[in-house]
């Protein structure tokens, strides 16, 4: 089979113990070459709270959790499998922004392996109505597919509240709540404890609007994976 990235080939790279075992062998969808432009963030040392990719001199968690820790009202940790170097750049370029579905293929099965264990309800964040009509798919429930997914959240239309630039950090992030339960959701998500999953972390205003909303609405505890971060 050809890599997905690259069109070159892909070595599967069978055993004869592999081939002598008549089960279902899993292949991947990219060549040696382009998995290893990707840098897998778990042999590194990261934040304990957002997963961040710390260096030498960095303190664990990281100031920007600290200044979150201060402000936001819930108990919050996220981790990331990916750093989003230029390969990871590439891909959401071509996966999320170009639409190409084939690419889910990609990290799918590494993110779902990460999951199929857990013992929350996996909860993927959700993207805008136009969003899913301009792009045809949520990018995130796309790398999910097959497992059982939660999906009580929704988008919602934004308010002009006044100017951006004379808020704080918290009033913004509670003032911009950009979700919303769906209908008959909440017995769902009440007393449970849940996993929010969203493609990339960038600054964590997102996956903390989530995680509030869930945690108001009478979640046990809500942590988050990304694939990249």
Known sequence: MNCLLCNGQVDQGLTLSQILSFQALTTDSVCSACRRQFSPLNRVKTCRLCGRKLLAAMPDPCLDCEKWRRGFPYPFASRSLYEYNDAMREFMKRYK???DYRLRAVFSPILKAELRTTHRLIVPIPVHE???ATRGFNQVTGLLESLKLCECLATREQQKTGRQSAKNRLTRVLAEQPFKLKPDTQAQITAKPVVLVDDVYTTGTT?????????????????????AR
């Open 97 to 99: 922004f170009m639409g």
């Open 130 to 132: 136009s969003t899913m």
């Open 207 to 227: 996956i903390r609007h989530a995680a509030g909303l869930l945690m108001a609405a009478g979640a046990a505890s809500v942590v988050g994976l990304t694939l």
